[in-house]
């Protein structure tokens, strides 16, 4: 969904000077001449649709109607509508509209006919099972088609002021710890007390006890059948067996295909050779398990969609898995498939600073085993984006668009479909040299933060691409006009893409090539 709207000249305007950086085209109808742009970035556009929602506005749309419609949360929101209306430029899976720092406006870009779980949740955290840890929704607009089917366009949240996602903070947290000598090591069992992790440990547990409540919340019965718990059968209990086993199969055979650094092939082969073992673990028969009951859950849960709020926690974005479909993403499971998620999240933010260019621990060797392996579905990002995600602060950066903004910002040939078009890399992206050293070493490097970071030693290169099929790193020579050295970006963590360069410095050009579909919209 993405709204256009057309601007036209008067004697005293030029549009383009205010909406340049959103305009498509020029447009002309006999002598009136004007610019077609996102409709986003007129404030009175994304406040008309708030207003509506409050009005309960129902208009005729194509073949079908829009509908507004709002929570009980909404006349407090509404109060805020006047607020300066912004619309940041950077890129992600959704058009995000900020009312001050009071609304947060998230138009989706990908729609799919159905129930729109992060509607559906929020509405019911909101208004049914109320969690406060939650941000919470005021209102949505609706596409409904002549049959009756919804498609989700448009959602208003509580806007939620924090100091940034607990995946930042954990891998923050762990650089600084673990660069900190240890002058007097202690056995684990005599340290249980008055080390360094216990305000880590305590909020570690905060973010349990949430996670808990969010569960009960999804655990109340309502009436309301798609979130009623419902008892777990033994049919229910073989299916997810079977998935878990083919998850198994699927993970490992797509493990056995890769060619790995030294390091990482043999804690692979390790994990290959326990094959018949996994198996054997996954088809043990279980004890019966009366009173298990199946309900909703986040889906995606992991640190990046958790926003740090003064001493406490927000859990975000509940989308779901957006390799699967809308329906799967919304059937009921055990809520530990949650804490799953949660607990290889901080896995991944222990490896993420024990491998190379992590800052930690373990700088200087590949990390234990590679990341970026298949998960059912394509999978996203790591469980950690993280960005969210942007996600990462989720969250965070989930479309092609972004991926070819990102090329043309940094030099990148202009097409996702590796058709090069050069582009000289721009001064900002580097402080010129007068050479550019040929790159001999590769490392795995990590997921975050997006972009080309410099930790000291050498860069680590990071990239959000959710089409590519592959992405190469061009090195320049100090003109930025003849590209020297491609290098494969081999390490992918769900969909970014990843490299480490313990020899590349702070003034070295660079660009990428992404090669996939070519697929404008």
């Known amino acids: 969904f993405f709204p256009l709207s057309i601007a036209w000249e008067t004697r005293g305007y030029d549009p383009m000077e205010t909406l340049g950086g959103v305009s498509f085209a020029r447009v002309r109808v006999k002598d009136r001449v004007g610019v077609v742009y996102g409709a986003f970035a007129n404030p009175a556009f994304p406040r008309a649709l708030v207003r509506a929602m409050g009005e309960g506005k129902d208009v005729p749309f194509g073949r079908g109607h829009l509908r507004f419609s709002a929570t009980r949360l909404y006349p407090e929101l509404a109060k805020w509508v006047n607020e300066d209306v912004r619309v940041p430029a950077m890129e992600q899976s959704h058009t995000g509209i900020y009312f001050g720092s009071k609304l947060y406006l998230k138009g989706y870009r990908k729609v799919e006919p159905g129930i729109n779980p992060e509607v559906e949740i929020g509405r019911f955290l909101t208004d049914v099972s109320p969690y406060p840890h939650v941000a919470e929704v005021g209102g949505v607009v609706e596409y409904v088609a002549p049959d009756g ?18 995946w930042s903070y954990t891998v923050d947290y762990l650089q600084r710890t673990v660069a900190q000598p240890v002058h007097d090591p202690q056995p684990v069992e005599e340290a249980a007390s008055g080390g360094p992790f216990d305000f ?9 006890q949430r996670i808990g ?13 798609a979130f009623d718990p419902e ?15 083919a998850d198994l199969a699927r993970t490992l055979d797509g493990l056995a295909e890769r060619v790995l650094p030294e390091g990482a092939a043999a804690d692979a082969q390790r994990l290959l050779d326990a094959r018949a073992a996994l198996q054997a673990r996954i088809q043990a028969d279980t004890a019966p398990c009366p009173g298990l009951t199946k309900t909703r859950y986040h889906g995606d849960l992991h640190l990046g969609q958790v926003l740090r709020v003064q001493a406490d926690f927000v859990i975000i974005d509940f989308e779901g898995e957006p390799a699967r479909t809308l329906d799967e993403r919304r059937r009921k499971h055990s809520p530990l498939r949650d804490v799953a998620g949660m607990l290889r999240s901080f896995a991944y933010a222990a490896e993420t600073v024990a ?16 990341r970026g392996l298949p998960r059912r579905g394509g999978g996203r990002e790591l469980g950690a ?3 969210r995600r942007d996600r990462p602060a989720r969250r965070a950066l989930r479309h092609r668009e972004g991926a070819l903004r990102a090329a043309l910002r940094t030099g990148q040939p202009s097409r996702v479909g590796g058709h090069s078009h050069p582009r000289a890399p721009p001064t900002g992206q580097s402080m010129k040299s007068p050479t550019t050293p040929i790159i001999n070493a590769v490392w795995p490097g990590r997921p975050y933060p997006q972009g080309a970071t410099w930790d000291g030693e050498g860069v680590n290169f990071a990239l959000f691409s959710e089409h590519a099929e592959k992405i190469e790193l061009c090195i320049f020579d100090a003109s930025g006009r003849r590209e020297i050295q491609r290098i494969p970006m081999r390490e992918r963590t769900e969909e970014v893409w990843h490299c480490y360069l313990p020899e590349a410095r702070p003034g070295m050009l660079y660009g990428y090539r992404v090669h996939g579909p070519y697929r404008p919209e």
């Open 149 to 166: 089917a919804a498609t989700a366009l448009v959602l208003l949240q509580r806007f939620v002021e924090n100091q940034g996602d607990a």
């Open 385 to 387: 984006r993280q960005p």
């Open 200 to 208: 880590y440990a305590v909020q570690a547990q905060l973010l349990g």
């Open 355 to 370: 491998a190379p260019g992590g800052g930690g621990v373990g700088a200087g060797r590949a990390p234990c085993l590679p």
């Open 213 to 225: 409540e969010l569960h009960r919340a999804f655990a109340a019965a309502t009436g309301d059948a």
């Open 231 to 245: 008892p777990v059968t033994a049919d229910e209990i073989r299916g997810w067996r079977e998935a878990v086993a």
